[in-house]
């Protein structure tokens, strides 16, 4: 009777250690890097003046103020 109550308390306490819970991977929380970029934007200052001065560039470049109806009279 002394070994089975024996074999039974070792097995009692093998029992309880073996049924405590199988492996558990750990949880890791990632936190999301945030990464601060400023948006690629043009300088507005200097496009509109500078589209104004191409406009006028253009402008004065086709303005017809030659007086060539007279000089082709003349030949």
Do not use: C, Q, R
């Amino acid at each position: 009777m002394k070994k089975v109550a024996t074999f039974a308390l070792a097995l009692g306490l093998t029992a309880t250690s073996a049924l405590a819970g199988g492996y558990v991977a750990p949880v890791v929380d990632v936190e999301p890097v945030v990464v601060d970029t400023k948006p690629a934007s043009s300088n507005a200052g200097l496009i509109v003046p500078a589209l104004l001065l191409l406009g006028v560039v253009a402008a004065v470049a086709s303005s017809n103020d030659d007086d060539d109806d007279d000089d082709s009279s003349t030949n």
